[in-house]
Each structure stands twice: as structure tokens, then as C-alpha cells.
Antibody
Framework: QVQLAQSGGEVKKPGSSVKVSCEVS????????FNWVRQAPGEGLEWMGG????????KYAQSFQGRVTITADESTNTAYMELSSLKPEDTAVFFC?????????????????WGQGTLVTVSS | DIQMTQSPSTLSASVGDRVTITCRAS??????LAWYQQKPGRAPNLLIY???TLQSGVPSRFSGSVSGTEFTLTISSLQPDDFATYYC?????????FGQGTKVEIK
């Protein structure tokens, strides 16, 4: 059974950056895409972007373009999400989520496994 | 971006009720729609994908259907474990978009 284990919660100052990790065990790393989803307190789910580790290709949501960087380390089966220029409204739980990739279109499929979430609090 | 409009935002129901949640896509998404259940403090859990395919291990009281760009999640007989928030998600583009969520509360 695949498990996605995320790094622990963080408290950050406005203007700084945060890097969250997602370590995959019990399943393939290279045959999937790994996505990041933000959920502000009491709010819905917002896709930030994703990466296909075997190709190193990334896609980002327009609303996070320029502020988010998603990377992956195949040697440790770990995906990372770095968010810069943090604002208090970035306070949220960040989830990683695994998905297959549609071979015909390159679209990420639905998320079949999720990490437990990482709370990032941005406060001065 | 493809927009997903989900309704209602809140739903009050009793155990045993039949519950229906709707999601409308702003354009055709070729049936590439998933439904997730999320409980407080937990990650979302995949219930249905490709509009109507039940994920392994999900109880058969959950079902999904589609008519054009309108998608429906139905719970045939609501159980105590089903009180949660439900999200639809389209995955027919280079970016995912989610519906706003439907909180199913105890009546």
C-alpha cells in the first residue's frame, strides 16, 4: 500500500519561503505525477501544480506561477514544493497527492493517494 | 481554466436519506471527473473517478452519473460515517480544478 509521508508543520515570517517534502513508500515513484494542493482554513481545495519525476516536467496553476517551485528527487522517492514570498493569507494545509498521467494527452489523472497534509502558518 | 460549480454548499440530512450533490463544468470534460470525501483534519479520499467508476473499497451506496456537463454524486442511504465534505474535481486539462465543496450535516 503506497504511503505519502509529508514533513512537519512550519511557522514562517511574511516574505520568507517554505519547502515541504512528500516521501513516497510502498509504491512506484516514477510512473506517477505528484501534485500539490492548498487548503486554507475552512476553505476548499486549490491545485498548485505537479511534477512527473521520470521526466522532470512540471505544470503550475496560474495563480501560483512565479511563486511555487515543485521538484522531485528520484534517489529518495521524495517530491518537494517550495512557496516563496509568503503572505499571511498563505496560511494553509498543503497536501501532496499522487496521480497517474494520461498517456494520450499528458493530463494528470485523479488523485488516488494523498499525504497527511502539512500546516504552514505565516505570521509576523 | 475550466470552472466547476458545485451545489449545494451545505446539505442537512438524516441517516437513511438519499442525498444528491451536483457539479457543473464550464465546458466539456469528457467524463474526467472525480468525487472526494474529506473529514475534518484529514486528507481527501477518492470515492469515484471517470464520473461513475467506484474506487476500490468504497461502499456501493456511493454512485456517480453524468449528463452532458452536469455530474451527480448520490449516496443512496446516508450512514453516520458519511457526514463530511464532498468535492468534485475535473482533470481534463493541464490544471485540476475543484468544486467549492458540499458539507453534509446531520439534520
Amino acid at each position: 500500500q503506497v504511503q505519502l509521508a509529508q514533513s512537519g508543520g512550519e511557522v514562517k515570517k511574511p516574505g520568507s519561503s517554505v519547502k515541504v517534502s512528500c516521501e513516497v513508500s510502498g509504491g512506484s515513484f516514477n510512473n506517477y505525477a505528484f501534485n500539490w494542493v492548498r487548503q486554507a482554513p475552512g476553505e476548499g481545495l486549490e491545485w498548485m501544480g505537479g511534477i512527473i519525476p521520470v521526466f522532470g516536467t512540471t505544470k503550475y496553476a496560474q495563480s501560483f506561477q512565479g511563486r511555487v517551485t515543485i521538484t522531485a528527487d528520484e534517489s529518495t522517492n521524495t517530491a518537494y514544493m517550495e512557496l516563496s514570498s509568503l503572505k499571511p493569507e498563505d496560511t494553509a494545509v498543503f497536501f501532496c497527492a499522487r496521480s497517474l498521467v494520461d498517456r494520450r494527452t499528458g493530463y494528470y489523472d485523479m488523485a488516488d493517494s494523498w499525504g497527511q497534509g502539512t500546516l504552514v502558518t505565516v505570521s509576523s | 481554466d475550466i470552472q466547476m460549480t458545485q451545489s449545494p454548499s451545505t446539505l442537512s440530512a438524516s441517516v437513511g436519506d438519499r442525498v444528491t450533490i451536483t457539479c457543473r463544468a464550464s465546458q466539456t470534460i469528457s467524463g474526467r471527473l472525480a468525487w472526494y470525501q474529506q473529514k475534518p483534519g484529514r486528507a481527501p479520499n477518492l470515492l469515484i473517478y471517470k464520473a461513475s467508476t467506484l474506487q476500490s473499497g468504497v461502499p456501493s451506496r456511493f454512485s456517480g452519473s453524468v449528463s452532458g456537463t452536469e455530474f451527480t454524486l448520490t449516496i443512496s442511504s446516508l450512514q453516520p460515517d458519511d457526514f463530511a465534505t464532498y468535492y468534485c474535481q475535473q482533470y481534463n486539462s493541464y490544471s485540476w480544478t475543484f468544486g467549492q465543496g458540499t458539507k453534509v450535516e446531520i439534520k
